[in-house]
């Protein structure tokens, strides 16, 4: 398994609809078109045989790499070097809009800066998960490769009419395509990657394809201008607001939890889940994060894309609620997971899902972070209208029927209902936000109903989610076990960041779930979550975790684990959904949810330093 490429060797590329992974070996491991959640046509990062890639590298076996993103870009630049010469390879795609579009460019512009240099360039596309046999059809200007159901994807050579000799097309085997490339210092060429292209391939020159850079990079610059973000760690938290925006969709607002499906969260495990949808959850957060750094649209649009959400189900709801826990990005609700059988798995890990069966458990803690969101826009001055708030108020009446009840929780355990604190506690929020959503706007409401059921959801955490033994809030009623998720509980503003009971849940957290500054979700032996093998250290959770600590005053410990994790990142300050004990990333990459809490927990920390 020593040729899977390490999960955090990536760098992410996009066009606000769908995104492609490429190696620090220059190698598009990951793509799927139209949508992010669509089937890949490159997945060697799941298969390295079967899945498909575009690989651009030196001929010359002996080279290092060194990767980059172009300052404030999301263009991302391969440097490879040998004693012979230096080139870079600059991949980008350029933004479609927000209208949704079959057609999507994935650029490759080639060229050497130092000394001469040949690079092998293979094109080896494989529809459908590899599902789907294609031919691919050569002409003097590049390739198209036609899959069985007619879906095709067009190479064009990008060189000038006098210099063919740059370029020779060796073959094409088994239907792909192979091309050797030499350049001198100062000659750059490349490939343009285009789906459902609207001619046949056709010569690109150079001017065109600079245009293409140029506006892809003023697009990027001019939209991170947007940020107010003057604080600590700047250039960290922007990195993390790019990342963001790459895997938003852009017809909806919608953010993808990751752009990867399957990547394992133990190496040769089981726990290998698709992130190529939108949690209620995680996109609850994007809200603080974007509004917090100053990108309102972003905020604006996913509000209107929940505020839909809310209304499509009002006054109707299966066993799991009014709201699902997550969609597709265009909103529909279908996930069914399915095994991809003839695929291996990312270093053999099994087995390969597609689609989410957790999309029909029932987690409580959803409407708590929708509400909070709502509410927290609103102070921002965008609401839901008249039609939203309505249906909002049909959510909260179900909600006061169902929130005594046991759930499969935050984590999306498979191993049956408890009765969560977490979610407990963020049903406290949502009937509590609503309250205050109601009396700041004069909305009809039913604020006794409301106040009740808010201040019964208080009491019982007070009484069953307390462990007198252990001197702290726990996982579920009835048990011992800990659980970092109510790291949130003084951010939510549940308790004070002073209460005596939430100091000594921190301390308890440190002692049990903290690893060297880098914290569990769970102990998976201590509550068994109905999955076998265990898991790495949950990023979010840590940067969750910095955040308690700076609310509840412990600024110089908060900036230590913070500083440290700043380590953990990637060389392009990338973070995937764990951490293992070697320090290597495991999981979906990147991970929105981590990158959210890193921006909380930034803005949080500065401002906590900042008071001192």
């Not at 760098?11 to 669509?38: H, K, M, N, Y």
């Not at 506690?425 to 604020?447: C, E, H, I, K, Y």
């Amino acid at each position: 398994m020593d040729d899977y490429p390490l999960i955090e060797n990536h760098g992410l590329i996009g066009d606000l609809q769908t995104a492609a992974l490429v190696t620090t070996e220059g190698a598009v491991d990951w793509f799927c078109f139209p949508r992010f959640d669509s089937p890949s046509v490159f997945g060697a990062l799941l298969d390295k045989e079967n899945g498909g890639h575009c690989t651009v590298r030196p001929a010359h076996q002996t080279h290092s790499t060194k990767q980059l993103y172009l300052p404030d870009t999301a263009i991302l630049v391969t440097r490879f070097m040998t004693e012979a010469g230096a080139g870079e390879v600059l991949d980008f795609m350029p933004v479609t809009g927000t209208t949704a579009t079959e057609r999507h460019r994935l650029v490759r512009l080639v060229r050497c800066v130092r000394g001469t240099m040949t690079f092998d360039v293979e094109v080896a596309p494989r529809f459908d998960y590899g599902l789907m046999k294609h031919e691919v059809h050569l002409t003097q200007h590049g390739a198209v490769f036609a899959a069985e159901d007619g879906t095709q994807l067009t190479v064009h050579l990008v060189r000038e009419p006098d210099d063919e000799r740059l370029t020779d097309i060796l073959t094409h085997r088994d239907a792909d395509l192979q091309v050797s490339l030499t350049l001198a210092a100062g000659e750059q060429r490349g490939l343009v990657l285009e789906t459902a292209a609207d001619g046949p391939p056709r010569e690109i020159r150079r001017a065109e394809h600079e245009r293409l850079f140029e506006e892809t990079a003023a697009f990027w610059r001019t939209w991170l201008a947007q940020s107010r973000y003057t604080g600590r760690w700047r250039e960290v938290v922007e990195r993390s607001a790019i990342t963001l925006k790459l895997m938003t969709f852009a017809p909806s607002g919608a953010l993808v939890a990751a752009p990867t499906a399957a990547l394992p969260e133990q190496l040769g495990g089981e726990r290998n889940w698709d992130y190529r949808f939108t949690w209620i959850r995680d996109a609850s957060f994007s809200v603080y994060a974007l509004l917090g750094l100053g990108f309102t649209e972003e905020a604006r649009a996913f509000i209107i894309w929940l505020g839909d959400r809310v209304k499509e189900r009002a006054g109707r709801h299966g066993d799991t609620g009014p709201l699902n826990i997550m969609y597709t990005v265009d909103g529909s609700s279908d996930l069914t997971e399915q095994i991809l059988d003839h695929w291996e798995g990312y270093e053999g890990s099994a087995p390969v899902r597609i689609g989410n069966g957790a999309a029909t458990q029932l987690q409580l803690d959803i409407y708590g972070e929708a509400l909070d969101s709502i509410y927290f826009a609103h102070r921002h001055g965008f609401t839901l209208g008249h039609g939203g708030w309505t249906s909002l108020r049909t959510d909260l009446e179900w909600l006061a029927d169902h929130w005594d009840q046991a759930e499969e929780g935050i984590w999306e355990t498979r191993g049956g209902r408890q009765d969560f604190t977490y979610g407990r506690v963020m049903s406290w929020v949502a009937f509590d936000r609503a309250l205050r959503l109601a009396q700041a706007t004069g909305w009809p409401s039913s604020p006794g109903r409301w106040q009740a059921e808010r201040d019964a959801a208080y009491e019982q955490v007070m009484a069953k989610g307390w462990s007198e033994q252990r001197r702290a809030f726990v996982q579920h009623y009835g048990s011992e076990v800990l659980d970092s998720s109510l790291l949130r509980m003084a951010t939510v503003g549940f308790l004070t960041p002073g209460d005596p009971m939430w100091s000594s849940t921190l301390d308890a957290v440190e002692e049990e779930l903290v690893s060297d500054s880098l914290v569990y979700r769970y102990n998976p032996d201590a509550s068994p979550d109905g999955l076998r093998g265990s898991e790495g250290t949950f990023s979010l959770c840590t940067f969750m975790y910095v955040d308690a600590l700076a609310r509840a005053g412990r600024t110089n410990r908060a900036r230590l684990v913070f500083e440290k994790m700043m380590g953990y990142a990637n060389h392009l300050g990338l973070y995937s959904e764990e951490i293992d004990p070697t320090g290597r990333q495991l999981g979906n990459f990147p991970q929105a949810f981590t990158h959210l809490a890193l921006i909380d927990s930034a803005i949080t920390l500065n401002q906590a330093l900042d008071a001192r």
